[in-house]
Structures are given as C-alpha cells and as structure tokens.
C-alpha cells in the first residue's frame, strides 16, 4: 500500500530493528506504527520467515445454511453480544461443545484436530 506523499513526510523511519520497542498491547503497537515506518533498506534486507513463526491457519470451513426462528435467533445474537463475539462464532462453539459431549457419552470421542478446538470447548464451558 502506498501512502500519498504528504502522509509519508510524517512518519519517522525505522532504520533498526532495535529502535522498536517492546509493546505491552496492541493498542500500544498499532500507535507506534501510525508514527513510523521501516526503512526501505530493511524491508529489503528481510527474508522470508521460517515455517514455524506464524501459528498455522485456521483450518477451511465449510458453509451450511441453518434456519431458526427469529425469537432463537434473537436469543442468540443477544447472548453473543453479551459476551463479546460474533452469533456465528458462539453458535460454532455450542455445536462443538454438543457434539464433544454426545460422544463422549456414546464412548465415541474423538479427540480434536487442533489444539485451537480444545481451547474453544473450555472457553465455552468456562463462558
């Protein structure tokens, strides 16, 4: 992306990456950022990061279409709101949770693909 002239002339450039500091929160990062860019010379001398850097993405989701009256359906959003996440989000996290325990009671569990799946189960319970 690149920015209009006017707007570049404001920003101060990193040239090491020592002159980064450490943030204590994103928001903290985000403002650094808006203050500052990486050098042109640095930004060429980066390579591609090794495999294990990034975390692994999420894995592919597949849509359905699911029909609910309007009343479950506001329940569902109002809940969802509540605690601070998407209705499809926390609609995801309750067939889950659902599905864990009906095997589980039929001697059937599975265990998750991910490590992300376990995390969303306890999150759900703790919730």
Not at 65 to 94: C, H, I, M
Not at 117 to 122: C, I
Request: aromatic share 6%.
């Amino acid at each position: 992306m690149t920015m209009p002239a006017s707007r570049r002339r404001t920003l101060r450039v990193v040239s090491r990456l020592e002159e980064i500091p450490v943030f204590s929160s994103e928001a903290e990062e985000a403002a650094f950022w808006e203050r500052h860019e990486l050098s042109d010379e640095l930004l060429a001398g980066m390579g591609p990061l090794d495999e294990d850097v990034l975390p692994p993405p999420r894995p592919r989701t597949t849509p359905v279409a699911v029909r609910f009256d309007a009343s479950t359906l506001g329940r569902l959003k109002a809940l969802a709101a509540r605690r601070g996440k998407g209705y499809q989000t926390l609609l995801k996290e309750f067939v889950v949770e659902r599905l864990y325990e009906e095997e589980r009671r039929e001697g059937i569990v599975r265990r998750p693909r991910r490590e992300a799946t376990r995390r969303q189960v306890k999150r759900t319970r703790a919730g």
